[in-house]
């Protein structure tokens, strides 16, 4: 019999292994500066500093020039320190993050006012479930199934986000996934509410079932060959979601001349993009 358990896993991972980029269309006008990062318990503060161009260069300028400094609670920590990751130049702290905390993260780009962004890293809601079965076509896995329940406080407000990874072997290597594999549909109520038939994450808010313990049932694509899942349930503070939700709301409607359109959310001052808190849980399955 499998066995489905719950890890918590470094926040680190959270972040720095699953980047996926987008082209989101913020408020033009003029060029601002632009704040990137998501804060998350025992984990290190990566921040990306640019700043915004017009929609239609589908440019992003990274400055490495910016001074970066990370407040908690009012009381200055220190100054991040720029490295080359890739195409990108990500800021680093040196101090691990805590619960608890308000943090302040402040960018200063020459030329430009001075940027901010806070906000807070969520506790864990313990109530949380997670099982993993196969779905046989003859004596084959075809894909499999996933149940995920939360057991809600009635008493909190609060936001999740639910993506699928997987790990697998292909000649001789070993790989995880950086993209979240889809979810369909298996038989949840009011699916419609998260848009497509199949989605790349799933995003709750407590509203919808406050103080109940909804069950939630997706299936996978095809994944047969996958050795491992992680199932990764976030959860989010109030702008983290506002951020998620509007990015996925501008996503599906790009295109469509009709549809209201929709601004991406930021809770930065004097500019854009999002400093965002998240708690994230793994729940593992190997078939």
């Known amino acids: 019999m499998k066995k489905t358990y719950l890890l918590y896993l470094l926040a680190a991972v959270a972040v720095a292994g699953c980047y996926k980029t987008y082209e989101l269309e913020w408020p033009g006008g003029y060029t601002k500066p632009v704040i990137n990062t998501f804060i998350q318990h025992d984990s290190i503060l990566k921040v990306t500093v640019s700043h915004s161009s017009a929609p239609e260069e589908y440019q992003v300028y990274h400055r ?26 990500i800021f680093f702290s040196q101090l691990p993050l805590s619960r608890g905390t308000r943090y302040l993260v402040t960018a200063e780009i020459p030329g430009f006012p001075m940027a901010e962004g806070e906000d807070i890293i969520p506790s864990p809601v313990p109530g949380i479930e997670a099982s993993f079965s196969p779905i046989m076509m003859g004596n084959y896995v075809s894909n499999y199934r996933i149940k995920f329940r939360v057991h809600d406080n009635g008493a909190e407000h609060n936001y999740y986000r639910i993506r699928l990874f997987f790990k697998t072997t292909f000649n001789g290597h070993t ?41 939630y049932q997706f299936k996978t694509h095809s994944l047969s060959y996958a050795d491992e899942f992680y199932l990764e349930v976030s959860q989010l503070t109030r702008d983290a979601y506002q951020y998620f939700r509007s990015a996925e709301l501008q996503r599906r409607r790009r295109g469509d001349d009709i549809a209201e359109k929709v601004t991406v959310h930021s809770n930065i001052r004097n500019g854009l993009g999002i400093v965002g808190g998240m708690t994230v849980q793994y729940f593992t399955y190997k078939p």
């Open 175 to 215: 790989y995880t996934t950086t993209v979240p594999s889809r979810l369909t549909n298996d038989g949840t109520e009011n699916w419609e509410l998260f848009g497509d038939d199949s989605v790349e994450e799933v995003l709750l808010d407590d509203a919808l079932f406050n103080g109940r313990s909804p069950l």
């Open 64 to 89: 490495k020039d910016a001074t970066v400094k990370l407040y908690a609670d009012g009381v200055y920590q220190e100054t991040l320190q720029p490295r080359q990751v890739a195409h990108a130049i």
